[in-house]
């Protein structure tokens, strides 16, 4: 399993940026993805969350409290694909934001994938 992330790039304080992460390989069930970021010196943060329920309406999310109202994270079944779309960005949200997942490829197991980070600078 490859999680490929990308969408980072330079913005503005105030504006928006789109990360996406696509997981292919040997797939059954992807149990949740999310994404985290680590700002130099700090410790990797989680920051938004999605775990699969048993039909596509009972999936959840979390979110750090420090994005929430921001940030808000989506799934493309279809496409095995999350998504955060980033708005109102500050300064202090640049970080090197990486793609996580929980992906079962048989019914009785389940393991924990990381994408390759993709860096969002926020200029002031």
């Known amino acids: 399993v490859q999680l490929q992330a990308s969408g980072g790039g330079l913005v503005q304080a105030g504006g928006s940026l789109r990360l996406s992460c696509k997981a292919s390989?040997?797939?059954?069930?992807?149990?949740?993805m999310g994404w985290y970021r680590q700002a130099p010196g700090k410790q990797r943060e989680l920051v938004a969350r999605?775990?699969?329920?048993?039909?596509?309406?009972?999936?959840?999310?979390n979110y750090a409290d420090s994005v929430k109202g921001r940030f808000t994270i989506s799934r493309d079944y279809a496409k095995n694909t999350v998504y955060l779309q980033m708005n109102s960005l500050k300064p202090e949200d640049t970080a090197v934001y990486y793609c996580?997942?929980?992906?079962?490829?048989?019914?009785?197991?389940?393991?924990?994938?990381w994408g390759q980070g993709t860096l969002v600078t926020v200029s002031s």
């Open positions: 996580n997942s929980q992906i079962s490829d048989t019914p009785w197991d389940e393991a924990d994938y």
């Open positions: 390989g040997s797939i059954l069930r992807i149990n949740a």
């Open positions: 999605i775990s699969t329920g048993n039909i596509i309406s009972d999936d959840s999310t």
